[in-house]
Nanobody, 119 residues
Framework: QVQLVESGGGSVQAGGSWRLSCAAS????????TGWYRQAPGKQREMVAT???????NYTDSAKGRFTISNDDNNKKVYLQMSSLKPEDTAVYYC?????????????WGKGTQVTVSS
């Protein structure tokens, strides 16, 4: 069974920077695609940034130029460096990984980590 564990959530003032980490564990062969998503109160979960094992990245418009996604260990570790944070970035941030393991294809989610940006 594949597990994702996020870490690094917390509170930060607007304009500040923060870094989230996610680590995948379990019987994993490879993770071609992983990413960060977020869900603010009363809103649907949205994609923030994604990255392939080859390093190709994609960002939602609001994250472009402010957030940077990176990976390590063949995409088993993924990071989200956030800068110039805004109160509207406040949300629960979730890590997602899509890959192949001992039980075949998987799409796993972490439990989420809260990021609160105060003005």
């Amino acid at each position: 069974q594949v597990q994702l564990v996020e870490s690094g959530g917390g509170s930060v003032q607007a304009g500040g920077s923060w870094r989230l980490s996610c680590a995948a564990s379990g019987n994993i062969y490879n993770i071609p695609f992983t990413g960060w998503y977020r869900q603010a109160p009363g809103k649907q979960r949205e994609m923030v940034a994604t990255i392939t094992s080859g390093g190709y990245t994609n960002y939602t418009d609001s994250a472009k130029g402010r957030f940077t996604i990176s990976n390590d260990d063949n995409n088993k570790k993924v990071y989200l460096q956030m800068s110039s944070l805004k109160p509207e970035d406040t949300a629960v941030y979730y890590c997602n990984a899509n890959g192949y393991g001992g039980r075949g294809y998987f799409a796993a989610w972490g439990k989420g980590t809260q990021v609160t940006v105060s003005s």
